[in-house]
């Protein structure tokens, strides 16, 4: 358990981090609309990440179960992303092409920080 925390721990803090720097870095650039769909993105990533890695951190790395998880998490993301585009279709206040874009990115790039996360802190 306490590699499960250490692991999960890392990832979140590493990124709330990354989610951070792409709001401030993007925020100043965005009109109201978009300053809010990156916002939904970057709180559905979060969620979804966090999420998917605690599943993934709690299983051995060799194990078929592993596996599984990491593909269904991946079928998530893809459903996330496709439900995300069904809702924000047509909603006043949320730019869809920003939200949809930085929910993709943002997938991308915490989905690169999996491998180190749970390298990172291996049972002895």
Not at 30 to 48: E, F
């Amino acid at each position: 358990m306490r590699h499960w925390c250490g692991r999960v721990g890392r990832y979140l803090a590493v990124s709330t981090l990354v989610v951070g720097a792409v709001l401030l870095a993007a925020w100043p650039l965005l009109d109201g609309d978009g300053r809010r769909g990156l916002a939904l993105a970057a709180g559905i990533a979060m969620a979804v990440q966090v999420l998917s890695f605690g599943a993934l951190a709690a299983l051995p790395q060799a194990s078929q179960g592993f596996m599984a998880v990491w593909a269904g998490s991946t079928l998530v993301r893809f459903a996330v992303v496709g439900g995300v585009a069904f809702w924000v279709v047509g909603r006043e206040g949320v730019d869809i092409v920003v939200a949809l874009l930085a929910l993709a990115g943002l997938f991308f790039v915490l989905l690169l920080l999996e491998p180190w996360a749970l390298r990172g802190t291996e049972e002895r």
